[in-house]
């Protein structure tokens, strides 16, 4: 095989796991999260955003309690504030919708494959097996 070929062939390893916010990545951030969620001006100072971030995919990568996030990312309580308030205003999906734009200008989106993944949890208000649900009939 010619040399020339070798030094173009790509290899398709995986891209490191994300533990934590790049900087380049927390610069487009930012300024998107200031906008929909900015600080009030009342009531209690508000924790780091970028350590809340870094805190909620720590908590959604690991998959531990939120009691049991590492203290680096600031009050397990208020990560987990920051996490429900982000929620309620939609920031996840505009979060999502610049990330996708960016990655499909780059070329790393596949439309031809996409797939989701979410965490499972305890179904509330189910029955125990063999179990009636609503008492008796």
Do not use: Y
């Not at 009030?40 to 508000?46: F, M, Q, Y």
């Amino acid at each position: 095989m010619d040399e020339s070929m070798v030094s173009e062939e790509r290899t398709d390893e995986p891209l490191p796991t994300i533990w934590c916010v790049p900087d380049d990545l927390w610069m487009i951030l930012e300024a998107l999260i200031r906008e929909h969620d900015p600080p009030k001006c009342t009531g209690r100072k508000r924790i780091d955003a970028r350590k809340a971030l870094d805190g909620i995919i720590f908590r959604g990568r690991s998959g531990c309690q939120w009691n049991r996030l590492p203290r680096d990312f600031g009050d397990d309580s208020s990560v987990h504030r920051t996490f429900q308030r982000w929620n309620r205003l939609g920031l996840f999906e505009k979060l999502w919708a610049v990330l996708l734009s960016s990655c499909e200008d780059l070329g790393g989106v596949d439309w031809e494959w996409q797939a989701a993944d979410a965490m499972l949890g305890k179904a509330r208000g189910v029955p125990k097996r063999g179990g009636r649900r609503g008492g008796r009939s």
